[in-house]
């Protein structure tokens, strides 16, 4: 069964930084282009990052670029969100989801094959 865990969520102050970690098991993630999304309570899921299958091509959403910061470990079937100068606005139930694709070198926020259920990031003073 294919199945991603997110971790690494919790409450930080504005200003701090949280490492995100999405985990697969029962695949191998080497095969996808993952991407995080986020949503905060009262709004619309948005995508957040995504990286390619061969980690060298990424996308940043414009409320995040500067501060956030994706990466992948093929190795370790892991895709990682480093969120530095975390804002209030950053608040929201933070997804990770896989896309299958053949494609080693794009990534977007459509098409996803299989999700996870989430963590929270809560950034409060």
């Known amino acids: 069964q294919l199945q991603l865990v997110e971790s690494g969520g919790g409450v930080v102050q504005p200003g701090g930084s949280l490492r995100l970690s999405c985990a697969a098991s029962?695949?191998?993630?080497?095969?996808?282009?993952i991407a995080w999304f986020r949503q905060a309570p009262g709004k619309e899921r948005e995508g957040v990052s995504c990286?390619?299958?061969?980690?060298?091509?990424?996308n940043y959403a414009d409320s995040v670029k500067g501060r956030f910061t994706i990466d992948r470990d093929n190795a370790k079937n892991t895709v990682y969100l480093q969120m530095d100068n975390l804002k209030p606005e950053d608040t929201a139930v933070y997804y990770c989801?896989?896309?299958?694709?053949?494609?080693?070198?794009?990534?977007?926020?459509?098409?996803?094959?299989?999700w996870g259920k989430g963590t929270l990031v809560t950034v409060s003073s």
């Open positions: 990286i390619s299958r061969s980690g060298t091509r990424w």
């Open positions: 029962g695949f191998t993630l080497i095969g996808y282009a």
């Open positions: 989801a896989a896309a299958q694709t053949t494609n080693w070198l794009v990534c977007d926020y459509d098409g996803m094959d299989s």
